[in-house]
T-cell receptor, first 114, second 112 residues
Framework: QKEVEQNSGPLSVPEGAIASLNCTYS??????FFWYRQYSGKSPELIMS????GDKEDGRFTAQLNKASQYVSLLIRDSQPSDSATYLC??????????????FGTGTKLQVIP | SAVISQKPSRDICQRGTSLTIQCQVD?????MFWYRQQPGQSLTLIAT?????????ESGFVIDKFPISRPNLTFSTLTVSNMSPEDSSIYLC?????????FGSGTRLTVV
């Protein structure tokens, strides 16, 4: 089982619709969860971080966390063509040396159709 | 959040040679992380570099192939040694910031 799983997509939504991106993780002791956006040829940029169960809203973005189900999601409201990118789910855990590390999912490619 | 300067941005190298990638951070950070992103794939952690101690490598990565230096709290290098075409990838450094992790702009490596 992969540590962090995402549907690779592509997920196509019309402009103005809500895009829903999902992620599951395997490490039950994970405490920190992140969503990154990566445009083609660019490095990932942080959109949201979430640490507690429930919803966290930031502008058009809402992250949802359910630790019991080991599930994280990202909702993008009023999707714009500029939102078209690959969205990476990332989960914080610890490596063999005891240091914190971030494990990334394979990413979901989002296409917003004008 | 921290700003990372990474160089080179890209390079084309002959197989069997080595390339050293540098990352400079505009603030002091305890740990720096090195990732590889192969074409069309997600990020894979290579190693964690803590200043003053040897880097911690993830499964599948070894120090002889990917030696790392961390001479101070703002700088780190990753060397890709004895390169083969399978090493063609994007290499990224990262540091932890207030709410997450920030990445350098990446080094696109092509081995021919």
């Amino acid at each position: 089982q992969k540590e962090v799983e995402q549907n690779s997509g592509p997920l196509s939504v019309p402009e103005g619709a809500i895009a829903s991106l999902n992620c599951t993780y395997s490490d039950r002791v994970s405490q920190s969860f992140f969503w990154y956006r990566q445009y083609s040829g660019k490095s990932p940029e942080l959109i949201m971080s979430i640490y507690s169960n429930g919803d966290k809203e930031d502008g058009r973005f809402t992250a949802q966390l359910n630790k019991a189900s080991q599930y994280v999601s990202l909702l993008i409201r009023d999707s714009q063509p500029s939102d078209s990118a690959t969205y990476l789910c990332a989960v914080n855990s610890r490596n063999s040396g005891g240091y914190q590390k971030v494990t990334f999912g394979t990413g979901t490619k989002l296409q917003v159709i004008p | 959040s921290a700003v990372i300067s990474q160089k080179p941005s890209r390079d084309i190298c002959q197989r069997g040679t080595s390339l050293t990638i540098q990352c400079q951070v505009d603030s002091q950070v305890t740990m720096m992380f090195w990732y590889r992103q192969q074409p069309g794939q997600s990020l894979t952690l290579i190693a964690t570099a803590n200043q003053g101690s040897e880097a911690t490598y993830e499964s599948g990565f070894v120090i002889d192939k990917f030696p790392i230096s961390r001479p101070n709290l703002t700088f780190s290098t990753l060397t890709v040694s004895n390169m083969s075409p399978e090493d063609s990838s994007i290499y990224l450094c990262s540091v932890q910031t207030g709410n997450g992790y920030t990445f350098g702009s990446g080094t696109r490596l092509t081995v021919v």
